[in-house]
């Protein structure tokens, strides 16, 4: 459900969630991860960790302590029409309660934005981690037992300035999540995207847009589905901005006896809005897409609404992030994969006590509310970390030091903490 200790690297992500008035903004906030132009900027943190329910055993609210050391590499490199940031993160967690959950994960991800002529813009991401917990809003749509996964994505898309108020975009993705001990089903996802913008004026913007997505889990089971959706993006005031999208939906599943619709009604739509109070942030998104549940080699109708808060100065940085996920099944089947829904909620802080030193903190707490496959309501998962950071002189201050991402399936929309 979350990466103990993950530290500063979340930098990029904290920046969008206290700045983002757009998807735009978003972008921009990710671009501007560090104070330093270019250049490398490690940072290095050790944090204490009380965590219950660990392996995720149904009714079991044992604590187990952990040790976490973490190193935060980061690079980048600008010029006047390129960006390059990239970063490489080792993550040593150990429990002296359980010598089962101790382990040494990697993750890292890399973001490169470039101007191809002055109507044209590339931006290209991807990110990739070995661990023992599912991270993320995204990824756990279940709380699952703790077990070894790798996973990675890549993400790529290219914006052309039609006109002065026109815009087109063409976008692709690809995702995949493995398990090697074979506890759960690997699977993968591609994605393929076209989306239309026309400025109505300086504080609207009409949109059209269509993604396909295909995934594939084991055992030969398939799953696709089409979405159409037309909406707009609005400045309601300066530091205020509205948006909102809706159309229809077409899924297909094929568990190894031909396609079969999905009876779930065939609509998508997504909503949005956030504003900016001089060093606060605020943000709030609904969406309903279609998605799968982790390791269970399903599709499902996802549903999904996350708020979040930021706050931020030279010393201190706050950033609290709640999110309610539903995945419903979406065909009927002999041995149906039952409705998941799931409470998360973290907060992680940081405190600057010199140019080289800050004290870093996270609270996590995730609830699971149906009975899924591989745990029943009581499944809870508690942790809090405290820890501190030491970083290179002039880095930005994060809050940081556990992760929670919801990622839109449109892919402009990510929400960290």
């Not at 967690?93 to 191809?116: E, K, M, V």
């Not at 063409?170 to 076209?194: A, C, H, K, M, W």
């Not at 609290?320 to 829904?341: E, Y």
Request: charged share 20%.
């Amino acid at each position: 459900m979350t990466k103990i200790g993950s530290t500063c690297g979340l930098a990029v992500a904290a920046a969008a969630a206290l700045l983002w008035v757009g998807p735009a903004q978003a972008q921009q906030g990710q671009d501007q991860g560090t104070a330093n132009p270019s250049g490398f900027s490690p940072s290095v943190s050790l944090m204490g960790t009380l965590g219950s329910n660990p392996q995720r055993v149904p009714g079991d609210t044992t604590r187990t302590q952990f040790v976490a050391a973490t190193a935060e590499l980061p690079f980048s490199l600008r010029s006047p029409r390129w960006s390059l940031a990239a970063t490489y993160r080792p993550d040593y967690q150990y429990s002296r309660d359980d010598d089962t959950l101790t382990s040494f994960d990697h993750s890292g991800s890399f973001a490169l934005r470039g101007t191809l002529s002055p109507r044209t813009r590339l931006i290209v991401e991807g990110d990739a981690y070995v661990s023992n917990e599912l991270r993320g809003l995204d990824a756990a749509d279940a709380v699952l037992p703790r077990t070894r996964q790798i996973r990675g994505s890549l993400d790529a898309t290219l914006r052309q300035q039609l006109s002065a108020r026109d815009t087109i975009s063409f976008s692709g993705g690809y995702s995949q999540i493995r398990f090697p001990n074979g506890e759960l089903i690997d699977s993968n996802s591609t994605d393929v995207g076209v989306g239309y913008g026309r400025a109505l004026s300086p504080r609207a913007t009409a949109t059209l847009s269509g993604i396909g997505r295909v995934a594939r889990f084991d055992a030969g089971r398939r799953s696709r589905s089409l979405s159409l959706t037309a909406g707009g993006r609005f400045r309601v005031a300066r530091n205020t901005g509205l948006e909102f999208s809706g159309g229809v939906l077409w899924i297909e599943e094929d568990l190894g006896e031909g396609w079969r619709a999905a009876e779930q009604p065939g609509f998508t739509a997504a909503a949005g809005i956030s504003h900016s109070i001089d060093r606060v942030g605020l943000r709030i998104r609904a969406e309903r897409d279609m998605g799968t549940t982790s390791g269970l080699g399903r599709a499902t109708l996802r549903d999904r609404i996350v708020g979040s808060v930021g706050w931020g100065t030279n010393r201190f940085s706050l950033v609290g992030l709640a999110g309610f996920a539903r995945n419903a099944t979406l065909t009927a089947t002999d041995a149906p994969t039952p409705s998941v829904r799931t409470l998360t909620a973290c907060g992680s802080g940081a405190a600057r006590i010199s140019p080289f030193v800050a004290v870093v903190g996270t609270v996590l707490y995730a609830h699971q509310l149906d009975e899924p496959l591989l745990a029943r309501p009581g499944t809870d998962t508690f942790r809090v970390s405290l820890g501190i950071r030491l970083q290179a002189r002039g880095e930005s201050l994060s809050a940081a030091g556990g992760q929670f991402r919801f990622e839109s399936i449109t892919r402009d929309a990510r929400v960290t903490c």
